[in-house]
């Protein structure tokens, strides 16, 4: 008989999962983690800043723990992913994150790291406001295989309508060389809106892929 799941709300206590849940996702199925490459941060580094971050709790962006969910199975970590409703706090997500990543970051890291920003502006997706904006899904290696990203995003859909019943569209924006991640989520029913990228090959000794799609399923 299989173990029973559990999806809860994430708490203080699960920070460092949530620290993992954001790194691997970052990844994408590669070694970079561009949070590292861009601020010239150790993992290590990198790991506790944002401890401190994800402590300050500024819920409506992917650094915030109280925005995630966590799945368990015989009291372990299997599984977690972020969620939040674009702008519902008032401020969007690109403001929030970047005053919370710029107040934690060394000063002299930030300065240097702005040789990057026109490139990752070029291939930003903006996040569309009064959406359910879907980040980070990450489950781990040990419990694949179960459909947990599925669970944990029809969760998160679930609590989201409930709160906003007026809530139409959910949106994830995986990179676009992780297949899997596209594949797995269109059997959830997102749709391919659109891709941006790049042909320059230089982003990827920072990036782990050159751009990302938007993906968008409506919700009835």
């Not at 620290?19 to 010239?40: D, G, M, P, V």
């Not at 002299?108 to 569309?128: G, M, P, S, V, Y």
Request: aromatic share 10%.
């Amino acid at each position: 008989m299989e173990p029973p799941l559990v999806i809860r709300n994430a708490a203080s206590q699960d920070i460092d999962f949530i620290i993992e849940t954001i790194i691997e996702a970052e990844k994408s199925l590669t070694n970079k983690i561009s949070y590292c490459n861009i601020f010239s941060l150790t993992e290590d580094e990198l790991i506790s800043i944002f401890r401190d971050i994800l402590s300050e709790n500024v819920t409506g962006q992917e650094l915030c723990y109280s925005d995630y969910l966590i799945a368990e199975i015989n009291g372990e970590y299997a599984g977690a992913c972020g969620a939040w409703v674009e702008g519902a706090n008032g401020s969007s997500s690109a403001v929030l994150k970047a005053d919370i990543l710029f107040g934690f970051i060394p000063h002299e890291k930030i300065r240097d790291a702005k040789r990057f920003f026109t490139t990752l502006q070029e291939l930003n997706i903006k996040r569309e406001k009064d959406t359910l904006q879907i980040a980070n899904a990450y489950v781990n290696e040990k419990f694949r295989g179960k459909g947990l990203v599925g669970k944990l995003i029809n969760e998160h859909i679930k609590i989201q309508k409930e709160l906003f019943p007026q809530l139409k569209k959910a949106q994830l924006r995986p990179t676009i060389t992780n297949e899997s991640a596209f594949k797995a989520y269109n059997k959830l029913g997102f749709e391919l809106i659109y891709e941006k990228s790049t042909e320059d090959e230089k982003v990827l000794d920072y990036l782990p892929a050159r751009g990302k799609y938007l993906m968008e399923k409506i919700l009835s």
